[in-house]
């Protein structure tokens, strides 16, 4: 009797999983590409899954640029009462730049993603209109700069001034970031020429930032000497912009010595990742392969190699760099298209922001001939995919992880909240999508079809599909 009602329990306990089971392969999306609607070798998915088509790009991208023109006001108004400042001549210690419902700081490192991000989209669609944000921050700060200058000099606020980060900044979450993009807006002819900013954010990058002996970017917390990758890219694409601006071989150098230098440190070799951080007084500390992270890294060096002149000795160095981590981060890409908060960990939740640089790097790549289309074409365009689903009726990006620190134990990692209002996440999505359309769009490779997926091509390659027919 016993033994009956074993079998019986067991048997109950595998029906429960395989009715459980399909429920994973299951989704609401089928492949329009695919026009026979009967076909049974056809899946469902849970996201979109069909070549990215360009106006349909297009119009997600402007949604999100809408959202961002809508929410970041560009006004100055009294602390206390929230009323316009409109007396731009005699400083009062009350005035301040007024905050977006989200506090979207307009001069914070994310929004230099942000205008980042919206230059590659009015480069890539010829739509000028991208760029009229950037043109309306830019302007204002422009105009008020002598103001908050002045309202320092007299009130020593310190970072209670609006535009502490131009007046004194002090990180490179300061001056890096919105360095770069300052440099590229004036390069484009978007907007005044900010020079002064331009001055005060390099100098701070080149001359005041803590390093190590070797030049390496380093930060005095939260041990006393710690890298973070993070700083990958809060350094080096300022530094690369600064060497196009100026045309000064030392801003590449340094630029180049820092991927070195913290890839010599923080990357492991053999997952292609790197670890959040790395730590003087414990250098073999656990390793923690945090999504966003390895966004910041694979874009610093992407966007060093936009600018880096190729002769320059360290260029193979930075591409090979960029190929392994490529390699690492493609190979971890979930089955929903996106990635996890923690890379190694499919446990740990999908995350927005690191998912979209991932994205845009990897369809660079590409379509730059750094890596194959054969093999990355397809990833890219399912990451574009499925990023499309976190892009919600108001234009917002959806899923992002909040603003995460250098931390040493993984629970903190997986319980970081997401929120439409994390700043991090539109910008990439910007950067990704306008790459996108880029890469559906290229003429070096073609894009077929084929056996319900899809192959990424060599211009004038020869496949044999005569068995499918």
């Known amino acids: 009797m016993k033994g009956q009602l074993t079998l019986r329990l067991l048997a109950a306990l595998i029906g429960c999983a395989l009715a459980c089971g399909p429920a994973l ?4 999306y089928r492949n329009p590409d695919n026009s026979n609607l009967g076909d049974p070798g056809e899946g469902s998915y849970p996201i979109p899954y069909k070549k990215p088509v360009v106006a349909e790009v297009t119009a997600q991208l402007q949604s999100i640029r809408a959202f961002m023109d809508r929410a970041t006001p560009t006004r100055i108004v009294s602390k206390k009462t929230g009323q316009p400042v409109t007396d731009l001549k005699t400083p009062s210690a009350d005035a301040i730049f007024e905050k977006s419902a989200g506090d979207y700081g307009i001069q914070v490192y994310e929004m230099g993603v942000v205008h980042s991000g ?3 989209a009015a480069q890539v669609t010829g ?8 043109r309306r921050h830019f302007g204002f700060f ?3 700069l002598p103001y908050f200058r002045a309202q320092e000099q007299k009130f020593k606020l310190e970072r209670g001034n609006s535009f502490s980060r131009f007046l004194d900044p002090r990180s490179l979450d300061d001056s890096g970031s919105m360095c770069a993009a300052l440099i590229r807006a004036r390069l484009a002819k978007v907007g005044p020429d900010l020079k002064s900013m331009i001055d005060t954010c390099s100098d701070w990058v080149v001359k005041r930032q803590f390093r190590l002996d070797d030049g390496t970017m380093a930060r005095k917390r939260p041990q006393e000497v710690s890298l973070w990758a993070d700083d990958m890219y809060m350094s080096i694409p300022a530094l690369a912009e600064m060497g196009r601006l100026s045309g000064k071989r030392e801003h590449f150098d340094d630029a180049v010595n820092n991927v070195l230098g913290m890839s010599s ?19 073999d500390a656990p390793r923690f392969y945090w999504g966003r992270a390895n966004g910041w890294a694979v874009l610093a060096m992407s966007d060093l190699l936009d600018v880096l002149p190729k002769d320059h000795p360290g260029y193979p160095k930075v591409l090979a760099q960029l190929r392994a981590s490529l390699k690492g981060i493609a190979e971890l890409q979930s089955g929903s298209g996106l990635w996890h908060q923690m890379l190694d960990r499919n446990d740990s939740y999908l995350e927005t922001s690191a998912s979209a640089i ?4 990897i369809a660079h790549a590409v379509n730059e001939g750094w890596i194959s289309a054969t093999t990355y074409g397809s990833i890219a365009q399912t990451g574009w995919n499925a990023l499309t689903t976190r892009i919600n009726a108001l234009g917002q990006v959806e899923g992002t992880c909040v603003g995460t620190t250098l931390a040493s134990d993984m629970v903190y990692y997986y319980h970081r909240p997401t929120s439409a209002d994390a700043l991090h996440g539109y910008g990439p999505m910007l950067l990704a999508g306008a790459e996108i359309i880029r890469m559906v769009s290229n003429p070096a490779f073609e894009i077929q079809h084929k056996v319900r997926t899809y192959h990424y091509l060599p211009k004038g390659g020869q496949t044999d599909y005569r068995e499918h027919h």
Not at 25 to 28: I, M, R, V, Y
Not at 265 to 283: C, I, V
Not at 358 to 361: A, D, E, K, L
């Open 25 to 28: 392969a299951e989704g609401k």
């Open 118 to 120: 919206l230059l590659k």
């Open 142 to 144: 422009n105009d008020t």
């Open 358 to 361: 991932f994205t845009y790097v």
């Open 265 to 283: 440190r923080m990357f492991n070799p053999q997952l292609g990742l790197y670890t959040h951080g790395w730590h003087a007084n414990n250098p």
């Open 127 to 134: 739509d000028a209109s991208f760029t009229s944000m950037t």
